[in-house]
């Protein structure tokens, strides 16, 4: 009997994570087991053929909200292909409203729901003994005689009962590696997604030390905890990180999502001795709004997070992401404004994201649609269209604003974006927003993805900025930061190279 566990990269980090724990309960079972991650660049036929040839006879695709459509459409193509080869889903995306996908989906003769690892060793049991107790199976999903049955969750699994994942398959890939010491989650956020009992349950100290040991040994560039929170216990977090500054290998690097409120002196005084690079941390401050906070499950008080926030950035050399988001209950676009500029303050070496929010299938918001007026798109991701009070164009403006920031917020326009705010009295939503218009006006989009390209249309911006003010006189000392950005952006051999062409943009 051969098995197939497979997916197709999307933007969901822990896909691919998922699916190696799913190996791990598996891999030693009397049954030939493969596991394959196609590319997000591969073709659906391309993925379908390579398929097709394995004359697999289970097939198991993994689905998240950014290959949802892809592996649909190779399933249904595998299905018509070889009709005999049990064809599986499972993932968080198809744990909810199971019934309404098989029904919409014939192509699956079953669906994993939940934390899968115990559920796919129980259905590889049953079908091996020949026993076919599908009903008894929890956590599964299959078709009967009598219709659908979708039977309930499998218990929680405990993180110590699995294996490493890692530890049956070597690295593809050391440039980036996703790991996780917790399930479950601290995060009640009503447009978070997770199953229905979302406890948080954790590896051991000893455990997570031995297993960050090998990705050291390794020299993995670059390791994403894949926790919500990670700093949920803010002793345990502590001892993570001793240890990693303790064997830190000066290459690998590592990436957290923390609770702001929960990062204490002691830590932060502990994270000062990490050398620049080791460590970025990013915090979800979705909204200033204390009613939004409220609204959706968050502390209504968000400045005790801003404050560790801004003591860890005068004392460490952490990387910082600070996140927002647009399209929150109660909130319209002014107020989305006043949220992104007071995050932008906390910092000129932090980077700030701006997100759109997604009405995610399980998650809390997805029963209260109506009492906020809520038009989003059918389809994954389930991005939110328009609200009650944030009409569809103010969304549009504030997503072409988070593509301009992006591309010019932080590092390489350090001083020269805010000489301009202070010359034109302008707040930084405003700066941005009206950046992006003349990019789009004069049409520059194009024009983006190189650093000399970015620099001058900056200059460009800031001469119809002066302008607009009537005050060119000014533009001289601005051109004195943007110059100081240009040296700290580029090589001395390329910003001469940049000087030949000169500024404008005709001389392109």
């Known amino acids: 009997m051969k098995l197939l566990l497979t997916t197709i990269k999307g933007e969901c980090k822990r896909t691919e994570l998922d699916l190696r724990y799913l190996y791990g309960i598996v891999a030693d079972a009397p049954i030939d087991s493969t596991l394959k991650v196609f590319d997000e660049v591969t073709l659906d036929l391309d993925i379908y053929d390579e398929i097709v040839r394995g004359q697999y006879n289970i097939v198991y695709l993994h689905i998240d909200e950014s290959n949802e459509r892809r592996v649909i459409t190779v399933s249904e193509m595998i299905k018509k292909a070889l009709p005999s080869t049990v064809v ?12 309404a996908f098989m029904e919409s989906n014939p192509q699956f003769d079953y669906v994993i729901r939940g934390e899968g690892e115990l559920v796919l060793f129980n259905f590889i049991r049953t079908l091996l003994t020949y026993e076919f107790d599908f009903e008894n199976i929890a956590g599964l999903a299959y078709r009967s005689d009598e219709g659908i049955v979708v039977n309930p969750y499998e218990a929680l699994v405990s993180p110590e009962d699995l294996p490493f994942p890692y530890d049956k398959c070597d690295l593809y890939d050391t440039s980036e590696v996703y790991y996780e010491t917790i399930r479950g989650t601290s995060d009640r956020s009503i447009y978070s997604q997770h199953i229905p009992d979302p ?13 960050l040991r090998y990705f050291i040994v390794k020299k993995v560039e670059r390791l994403v905890f894949l926790d919500k ?66 609204e959706v499950g968050r ?5 005790q997070l801003m404050y560790n ?53 399980g998650s809390l918001l997805s029963e209260k649609t109506g009492r906020f007026g ?95 003010i009537n005050d060119t006189l000014k533009l001289q000392i601005m051109m004195e930061s ?27």
Request: hydrophobic share 35%.
């Open 309 to 361: 926030v801004n003591k860890l950035m005068q004392v460490s050399k952490v990387g910082i992401e600070l996140n927002v988001t647009a399209g929150l209950p109660l909130e319209t676009e002014a107020l989305f404004a006043r949220s992104f500029n007071k995050v932008y303050g906390l910092g000129e070496n932090t980077k700030l994201r701006v997100h759109t929010l997604r009405i995610r299938r």
């Open 374 to 468: 809520y038009l989003y798109s059918s389809y994954p991701p389930y991005e939110v269209i328009s609200t009650s009070l944030m009409p569809a164009l103010d969304l549009i403006n504030i997503k072409a604003t988070a593509r301009v920031v992006d591309r010019f917020a932080g590092g390489e326009f350090r001083y020269s974006t805010q000489r301009l705010m202070t010359d034109a009295s302008l707040k930084p939503y405003e700066f941005f927003k009206k950046l992006g218009e003349f990019i789009s006006e004069n049409g520059l989009g194009n024009r983006l993805g190189k650093t000399e390209d970015r620099f001058r249309v900056m200059y460009q911006y800031a001469v119809n900025i002066y302008e607009e």
């Open 482 to 508: 943007l110059n100081r950005d240009l040296e700290n952006a580029l090589p001395e051999e390329s910003i001469k190279k940049f000087e030949r062409k000169g500024w404008d943009i005709e001389t392109w």
């Open 88 to 99: 599986i889903a499972g993932g968080l995306q198809v744990s909810f409203d199971t019934g």
């Open 229 to 294: 929170w990670f700093n949920y216990n803010t002793e345990r977090a502590y001892r993570i990180f001793e240890y990693i500054i303790n064997n830190d290998n000066g290459i690998t690097s590592f990436e957290m999502n923390m609770d702001g409120d929960n990062l204490d002196d002691e830590t932060i005084r502990l994270l000062s001795e990490a050398r620049k690079g080791l460590f970025t941390f990013s915090f979800d401050v979705a909204s200033t709004n204390a009613e939004t906070l409220a």
């Open 199 to 211: 406890r948080v349950r954790s590896l051991s100290l000893n455990r997570v030390c031995t297993e």
């Open 299 to 303: 502390k209504e008080n968000i400045y």
